[in-house]
Each structure stands twice: as structure tokens, then as C-alpha cells.
């Protein structure tokens, strides 16, 4: 159905003239005529009728008007949907308790007018792409891992270097340790279900595993965080990865520990990739956010994979 011939059926209808109908919607009392004359003969009914006072609504006109407001309102309210500024930021996010998930949190708390849309994507290929088709405005992952390639017009800006530390209960053999370097770890077990096969941060700890040789365990099935932190809570052998800045709570008689790796200190590359037409406002604003965010690289060497783009 042609709307603009439904906005002039309804602008006659509220004028009660074809004349002062053309005049509020700056076109010729023909081009009103024979709008609402095309709009009659989809509908198969007569809407309005010619008085010597001007127009008046038929039976079946009364009938269609409130319709036909539904229509106008329906078409304005998508349009506002997609309205540069009016439409939700959408950002993609490697999980909901990783580290830039509570970045995010803080880029709301500082700008609370912005809608904010959240979501999660299995994995780099996933999120790279829905930023090129214009599904997410957005995406936080490390880039570019082996083999990967970047489509032509995704803008890529590395925001954060997260230091990882290592992650254990109170009975494991490194829980009283100041620090660790990672080739201390060899030997040790860790353990990430969460790894899965082809993803970024997979190949990002395979890289890890290789250069300080490492056995890195993605066995068993991933219950989640919770889960997560109650094995490793009652285990003397297990560990994992962490950043100061994943938003974890555990309960306090777990007595768990967060040890600085050290000599060198591996660090998580974070990007922000978006598309370089994408016109929305909120998206220049989370850019400047993310670079006035300040945070302190750690001291000494560090290590990351040769492929991860950094700050």
C-alpha cells in the first residue's frame, strides 16, 4: 500500500477539502485527486465523496480512517527506530563477565541517555561480519589471529592490553605466591573449558601454551563461571586465566586468588572493530570514551601473541 496516497487520504479526511489538503501538503489539488483516486482502486471502495462544501467520508472511509492513522503512526515510529541517535548502540561482547563487558558498564554509568544493547557472539568470523552487514555497530575482540582476514571498511582500534593473571583456590601449590612467570606454569594444569576450537581467544592460549609450554586443558563440559570457580575453588592442581578486571564475585570462604604473572606479563589484546560508514552518534561517543579511559600497561616485559594488533 502506497503511504504517501494514505497521508493524503487522511490529510483530505482531516481537512474536509481536497484544496486545503494539496495546500498543508505542498502539492497540486490534481496530484491529491488523483492520489486518493489510486488509493481507491487498491482498496476497491469509494473513501470520500465531492460536496459543493468539499469532501466528506464514506462509510467505508470512516471505516479506513483510523486505520490509515495506524499506518502513518506505524511508518513514524520505524523510521524514528533507525534515526541516527535514536536507535540502540548495539556492541558485541566476547561474554557478559569478561573483562570489557564491565568496561561497558562503566561507559554506561557515564552516559546513561544511551541505549545500550549487549550482546554476545560465538566468536571473531561471527562478529566481524555482523559489524559488515550492519547487524551490531560494534565488536571488542583480539585481532588478527592466523588465517583471519579483515573486510574491506572495518575500522579497527586497539583500547586495552589486560594483564592476565593467574587464578587458583587456596590449596594450590602457586596460592601463596606474590607472583609467577608463565614458564613457571609448565607442568601445572590449566584449565579452560570455555576454549573453544577456531575462536580468537582459543588461538590466543595456544599461542600462550606453545611459547612458555604450557598444557592448557579444554576437557569437560562448560557449566559456566559459577562452575568454573567452584572446581577450581576445592582443587590443589587446577588453575586458570584471569584479568584484575573480569566482574567476578565469589563467595568469601572460597579464599580465592587473583597472582600477578610476571617476567613476562601476558596480556589480552583488545580491539574495537566497527565499520567506518556506520553513522551513528553513540559510536563516536564510546570511541572517545575508550580512549579517555586510562589504564596503567604493566610494568616490565610483556608477551602477546606475534599476530595480536595492540596499543
Known sequence: MDLNAVRTFVAVAEAGQFQMAAVDLALTQQAVSKRVAALERELGVRLLTRTPRGAELTIDGQAFLSHARSLLQAEERARESVRPGSRTLRVDVVGRRASLAGVLREFHRAHPGIALDVVTLPGAE???SAVRDGIIDAT????TMPG?????GIEISPVHDEPLHLFTGPTHVFAGAAAVTPAQLAGHRIWMPGNVPGT??????????????LTIEATGPNFGVEALIDTIAASSTLATFLGTQTPLVWPAGYDMRLIPLRDPTPVYPHSL????????????TLREYLTSVHHDPPNGEIWTPAWARRR
Open 273 to 284: 572493530l566497527w565499520h567506518a560508514d556506520n553513522p551513528h552518534p553513540a559510536l563516536t
Open 148 to 152: 583471519q582476514r579483515i573486510p574491506d
Open 140 to 143: 571488542f575482540r583480539a585481532v
Open 126 to 128: 561471527e562478529a566481524i
Open 200 to 213: 580468537e581467544w582459543t588461538a590466543y592460549y595456544e599461542a600462550m601454551a606453545a611459547d612458555f609450554g
